[in-house]
């Protein structure tokens, strides 16, 4: 999910797996929290409290409902001055001490990279192919040594975020269904991240859990093309990818077909309806999916069922994207006007405008 949708929804051969990869077991390992707006939040003195109203550390509070692991975005030079690399070492270091795994999720962009939208750095502006694949490769190792040096290496690592049709456009981008040219900057991502640490699992990203054939597509085309990766990544958001059924059928689909584990990267649900900052919220309905209200009960009904369903189907995991995002001014979603832009995710959070967490929320185990 990234702000594209708060303009509009999103646009709408198998592999032998690697040995050295920590995540290749068919457990439930991943109970994810994406908390890229969390130390802005933090700096800008919004207060967390438990179930039980009292004040406390907002990974104590997650890890009090069942997160284990943390997902971070890097943006290359992003003009608000976070979640770029000193940022997200300094919050990996936060969440490493609190006992958290963590998902390093590249971007490779200075702003939102997503299905509608894949801008290349201006640092990177005016590159060809060949030497996008190194800029990649170096700035890949560059952050995830960077990360190991410190003592908080990542767990995972995604090369890329959402690319339903390619990465880093136009060079990148999937045109005729050639994957060529989108598939070496992959295995560049891929090859840096081994060179860093073997054990780091390596993820493949796209917004496509809610149609199978387009899956097919997509990871068939890399597949065939040569692409490396480690773990299968989907977002699903109930309001824009299909009933619970079809998710089912995507997970337990992909897993066969590419022999890989897969990973729900991203999923939401609100809890209001309510808003509370002058930027209209993305999600209004009082019943977004399957006649569950937007409600605190609501939400942990259907965060609870999103995990039923992907662990059934044979997932290790699902992420809650940004659970921490309140509306506090001045951590807005625009990366060049954060401090005006505002939230449109606020009611889509795990914790209230008050900042108390969801008592019914969990992750679950």
């Known amino acids: 999910m990234k702000p594209s949708l708060i303009a509009a929804a999103f646009l709408a051969v198998a592999l032998i797996p690697s040995p050295a990869v920590a995540h290749q077991k068919s457990s439930w390992e991943m109970r994810g929290a994406d908390v890229s707006t969390l130390q802005r939040s933090v700096e800008l003195g919004q207060k967390f409290y438990d179930a039980r109203g009292k004040r406390d550390n907002p990974y104590d509070i997650l890890r009090q409902a069942g997160v284990n692991y943390v997902r971070l975005r890097i943006w290359n ?3 608000s001055g976070y979640s770029n690399k000193a940022k997200v070492l300094q919050q990996a270091r936060a969440a490493k001490a609190k006992g958290m795994k ?14 509608g939208k894949q801008f290349i750095p201006s640092a990177w502006a005016g590159h060809d192919r060949e030497q996008l694949e190194k800029d990649v490769y170096d700035y890949t190792y560059d952050v995830c040594n960077s990360l190991k040096k410190q003592g908080t290496t990542p767990d995972s690592v995604q090369i890329g975020n959402e690319i339903n049709s ?7 981008q999937v045109n005729n269904s050639d994957f060529g040219p989108l598939t070496k900057l992959l295995n ?8 860093c640490n073997r054990k780091t699992g390596v993820m493949v990203h796209t917004a496509l859990a809610g149609n199978i054939d387009a899956a097919h597509w997509f990871y068939d085309g890399i597949s065939a093309a040569g692409a490396k990766w480690d773990i299968t990544a989907l977002s699903y958001y109930c309001m824009w990818h299909g009933s619970l059924d079809n998710l089912a059928t995507v997970v337990g689909d992909v897993k066969a077909r590419y022999g890989k584990p897969v990973v729900i990267a991203e999923t939401a649900y609100p809890y209001t309806t309510e808003n509370y900052d002058h930027l209209e919220n993305i999600m209004l309905s009082e019943a977004p999916c399957d006649g569950i209200s937007a409600t605190k009960k609501g939400q942990a009904q259907q965060f609870a069922a999103v995990q039923t369903t992907a662990k059934k189907a044979g997932a290790i995991g699902v992420f809650y994207w940004e659970p921490t995002w309140t509306a506090i001014p001045r951590n807005g979603w625009d990366t060049e006007d954060i401090e005006n832009s505002g939230n449109a995710w606020e009611n889509m959070a795990t914790f209230d405008d008050s900042g108390r967490i969801n008592p019914l929320i969990r992750w679950l185990r």
Do not use: E, R, V
């Open 77 to 79: 030079n992003p003009t």
């Open 102 to 115: 963590l998902l390093i999720d590249f971007h490779y962009s200075d702003t939102w990279a997503d299905p």
């Open 166 to 172: 390619g990465m880093l456009w136009p060079a990148g």
């Open 188 to 195: 560049a991502g891929y090859d840096a991240t081994k060179a």
